[in-house]
DNA sequence: TGACAAAATAAGTAGCTACATAATATCGTT
DNA sequence: AACGATATTATGTAGCTACTTATTTTGTCA
């Protein structure tokens, strides 16, 4: 007998969210201990650690030796996004995937690149522009700087049948990710390329990646007009 | 003796993740079970369990049961965004925090709200614009619908002084959470509200929030030309 | 009163055991 | 060879103990 009456890890976790939710603790307010909480719901307390350890991953509360649990004073919307590689998030909609190198050479990077790289002096890149398709329309145009010392390979690479963000995802791993987001208006020469209209307004995913404080590359997505980027759930 | 030679579960996931960049391991291999890699390292198995857990968890290896652990064949961006209160926000960056209600009525959801609630039936809402203002000058323009249902006390609350995104985030905790990004032209009365020119790219947030099943509200941030959205470090 | 040292506290971490669960692999039967 | 029942396997979860660490509180002395 006895069908799993023990209670489990999440169980705590919605227990103590619902009693955040229903207003029993309100923002700054402090939460009992957890030695405390797992007498009073019959667990052990890393069960309750489990529990609180995912709810401060979640920014709801914060936790401090000694100083004990609270419910956070200033909420914050924390979102998790997952960007795939543009050649799966377009067939994971259902698209046909096409791919098309515009340009690749090797040149002096710009000031902004040389920024996002968080590097201050002037360096050569390999600079390459190409255009992802779902069946056959623009997606998204890509403008890429590979750092030569991270990527020395960039230069033997054939970019017209694979695309860089495909070899360098799947061959060079980073240990550092910042992404950007913003909005741009096309100019006549992205719009042209993106089969729009100049001063359309576009949403760009901007990504600079790093192999420990070696920057590898940054990259700038640029979408097509109604392109929408959600939460995975 | 033995000052602390214990390895942590953050050293056990340091040299899995090494092991990965260093291309020891691929996209799809498989890794050793927990047990043998627990063994090899001279830690428990719950230390290498958690060091897994985290690295499942950042989107680098992927784990079934029976199937043992594999670096994911596809490999994602994964990102977390923290977006506070717009008051804070403003003030964080430095800048005098200011809010101007424009707009508040009573008014039939319109279609697109109501698809962002994923509600099917029609429905009376409070529509709700306002401006923040950061050091006088126009930041965020918000478009908020309000639930009668799930915030009843919304026809009663004084919005001129204090916004409703600053009362609902610390009034009315939610169970879950959409968020949409992308790019709109700025129309006439959208440029005029924001101190800007007509067709200017605006980056949008759209947040959507629920109660489990029922809705609290929909909420379109639009941004001023120049904003830019980071990745929380 | 103020400053500093010592004690107390609550979360964090590591280790162990035991059992649950979901896949996969194996084997026997038709 | 195809199928289904059964065994095996690797991760998932819960419980316990012991110890560590950061932080606050308390206490003592100048």
Not at 204 to 229: C, F, N, Q, S
Request: glycine share 6%; hydrophobic share 35%.
């Amino acid at each position: 007998m006895t069908p799993t009456n023990r209670i489990s890890w999440k169980d705590v976790r919605d227990e103590i969210h619902e009693a955040i939710l229903t207003g029993r603790y309100g923002p700054g307010d402090r939460l009992p201990r957890d030695a405390d909480i797992a007498v009073q719901l019959n667990c052990a307390r890393s069960t309750v650690q489990r529990a609180m350890q995912d709810l401060t991953d979640s920014g709801l509360v914060e936790r401090r030796r000694k100083g004990g649990t609270r419910v956070r004073p200033d909420p914050v919307t924390r979102a998790t996004f997952d960007i795939p590689v543009t050649r799966r998030e377009i067939e994971q909609k259902g698209g046909r995937y096409g791919y098309q190198l515009i340009h690749s050479a090797e040149k002096d990077a710009p000031r902004g690149v040389l920024a996002a790289c968080e590097i201050s002096s002037p360096c050569r890149m390999q600079q390459i522009e190409a255009l992802h398709l779902s069946d056959g329309q623009p997606y998204i145009l890509e403008d890429r700087w590979v750092s030569f010392e991270t990527v020395p390979e960039i230069r033997d690479l054939d970019l017209t049948r694979q695309s860089a963000n495909e070899w360098l995802v799947t061959n060079k791993p980073y240990s550092r990710c910042d992404l950007r987001f913003y909005a741009i208006s096309a100019d006549d020469r992205t719009a042209e390329l993106l089969n729009t209209v100049p001063g359309a307004a576009l949403f760009v995913i901007e990504r600079t990646t790093w192999l420990d404080a070696a920057p590898i590359t940054t990259v700038k997505a640029i979408t097509t007009p109604g392109y929408h980027l959600l939460t995975t759930i």
